[in-house]
Structure formats: C-alpha cells, structure tokens
C-alpha cells in the first residue's frame, strides 16, 4: 500500500489531467457533424455534440462569441470547429470551447449566401422602393430557361389555360453548372437591346426560372453579379427558381418572386376567363344605372311636357298651324277650279279644232294631192323625196307624178292631160 503522502485525491486527479490536457491541446480544429444542439434560455451560449463515426465529443461556444456567427447552427450540420480542449473538473469531462465555426459542404454555401444577401441589403438592393411595377396586361413576355427541361412546357400550358393572347419568347440557357450565370447575364442585356425592340416589340416582363433542385443545384443564382444584372434590368424581372421553400439572391433583387416557374405564369397574367366575366357583370352593372337614369329623365321631361308655361308656346304654334291648314286648303280650292276651267276650255278647243281639222274633212270625201319633187343636190334620188302639196291645179303639169291621199289611204298618180 502507498504511503498515504502518494494518494491523490479525486479532485487532484482531475486538476492533474486538466492540467496535462490544455497545456497540450491549447488550439484545436475538428471536423464532424452538430447532434443534440440547444441555446441556453438565459444565457444565450450553445451547446452541442460534435461527432463522427466512430467518436464523439461535447462542445460549448459561449454567447461573447456566437454572436459573431451569421448563421445558427442545426443538428445534422457538417462543420469545422477552431477551439481549444477544456476540463471542467467537478465532473472530470472536457470539452472543446468553440471559437469559430464555419460550415462544410452546404454549410458553406449558406454561409456565403448569408454573407451576400447581407451585403446586398445594406446596400439596398433588395429595398421594395427600388422594384418596378410588374404590367397587368402584358402583351409579350421572355422566359430565361431551359429549352428541353419541363418549365418551359409548364409555363405554356398555364399561359395558353390563362391568357392566351400573351406572346411568349424563349431565351434558351443552361440552368445548372458553371455557365448558368454568365448565360443568364447575357439573357438580360440582349433581351433589353434596341435591336430586338424593333424587331419583335418591347418584352414587357422578363421571367428567370428554374425547377427545385439541390442548394448546390440553384446556387448559380446566388452569384452577385447576376443579383445587380437583375437589379440594373430596365425590365421588370420575376424570379422563379426552385420550389417554394427555395430562396436564391435573385429572389430578393428580382422586381417579383414566385415560388415556382407555373406560379410566376399565373403572377404575370390576369385570367382571361375571368375578365370576360366580370366585363359581363361591369356591363350589366352599369346597364342599370343609365336605365335608371334614363327613367328619371324620361319622368322629367314628362313633368316638363306637361307644365303649361312649356305648352303654350306649342299651343299658338298649334294655332297658327290651323290658320295655315284653312289658307292652304282655300288655296287649293282655287287653285283646283283654275285648272279645271283652263282643262275645259282646252277640251273645247280641242274639240273646234277636230271639227275644222283636214282629217276631219277628208272623212266628207275630200282628198289631199301632193307633187314630188325630186331635190337635184340628192346624190341618191331614192332616198329624199320632196312633197309639195297641191292647192292649183295650174301647178301641176302632164306627166307629173303625184300623191293622192285620203282619209283611209294613199294613192299615187300621173297626170296624162
């Protein structure tokens, strides 16, 4: 048995091994996986278990240094850990004291996109003042996307089922890799070109979409020089890329957000069904009021019609009117028996004047005798005759042709005596 000067106490044990451990362990990195993380409700520090898989160790990081975290760590989260090796004797367990922890993998990717959202904000660039107004009635739209991925065709079938009358214009890019955020930069400055403007129109929106993938999938829009490409666009942009619990940078500095490609067809478009049906109910609406209207004037002027102030400068037109209709028929009158008597003398005359007519006569047995007389200018002898008519019997001559012509007939003649 040892002397009893060579027997440690619990404490002494303890102290010894404190001692030894973080004298040799003053600065550690270690890499694992966060599991049974909490933050103490009153004092704000973290503790958590790092593990791998095959160990496993407790670790604190107190609340004058995790506040410098721009991020929260969750269990499940790959890291690494700068610290140093601590003993917290009264139990005889160490621990690692955390003084920085940085995320691996998707940790890190969150770490940068936090950090980039951040310097963005204070920038502005995600200020509700500085989004443009997105057109209700667009009439020609560019979707930056993929031409063989499923978002195109989703976005066409809810466009066509909406408003079919919206032009829609592909600008066909990479939506995954390295060349997603140079590709998408150049979208933005050809579709805002002069050139294209005179040729197709002016695009009223432009839509930025990809479908859900992983955070390394979509971290291509996350890319600052996509977020002020977006920014500086003198077109409003809407931004759908992922699914709804997906958030990029574009998100926050596009005009517009939608959770997905389909919902930023239904944002962008009014619903053409819709409007129909509610220009049918306007239209009704507003029918009623100008009927309604209508009745209280036609009401007035009826009231008006009737007031005798109003009436009686109708009712000595009215009287003049009578006075006119008596003149105009007494004029008629007049005018009727004239005619009528100049008609009668004119039947009278004409009736003298059949009575003395040669017609007349020639019915008593007389007859009318004309002379031909053959004009020596006539080329065609033919063609011209002159008649003369016969009143002597000295102007006739033998051998001399002439026209006997009685009432009924016409005779011709020579004279041989």
Known sequence: ?????????????????????????????????????????????????????GSQVQAVMWKTRNQSLLFTPEDGMQVVI?????????????????????????????????????KLFEEGLFDEDNKKPVPKYPSNVAIITSKTGAVIHDFIKVIERRYPVLNIYLYPVNVQGEKVTGEVINALKYLQAPALKREIGEIDIIVIARGGGSLEDIYPFNSEKLARAVSECKIP???AIGHEVDYTICDFVADLRAPTPSAAAELITPNLSEMIENIGKFSYFYKSIVNSKVGLLKNAVREI?????????????????????????????ITYNKVNNFFNQIKSYKKTLY???????????????????????????????????????????????????????KRSAKIIK
Do not use: C
Request: hydrophobic share 35%.
């Open 237 to 239: 942009v809407v931004s």
């Open 82 to 118: 700068k610290g140093r090796v601590t003993v917290y004797g009264a139990k005889g367990s160490y621990q690692v004291e955390v003084w920085e922890i940085k995320p691996q993998g998707a940790g890190e990717l969150q770490l940068k996109f936090e950090k980039l959202k951040l």
């Open 355 to 409: 009575h003395i007519s040669p017609q007349n006569t020639m019915k008593k047995g007389y007859a009318l005798v004309y002379k031909n007389e053959l004009d020596i200018f006539t080329k065609d002898p033919d063609e011209i005759e002159n008649k003369k008519l016969v009143t002597r019997a000295g102007e006739l001559e033998k051998y001399d042709d002439v026209d006997i012509k009685f009432y009924d007939k």
């Open 1 to 53: 048995m040892l002397p009893l000067q060579d027997i440690l106490t619990v404490s002494e044990l303890n102290n010894k091994i404190k001692l030894i451990i973080e004298q040799n362990f003053r600065f550690v990195q270690l890499i694992g996986e966060i599991s049974n993380f909490r933050i103490h409700s009153q004092s704000g520090h973290y503790y958590f278990t790092l593990k791998d898989d």
């Open 305 to 333: 019609e009737a007031n005798y102030y109003i009436n009686r400068p109708k009712d000595i037109i009215s009287n003049y009117n009578m006075r006119l209709d008596n003149l105009s028929g007494r004029m008629s009158n």
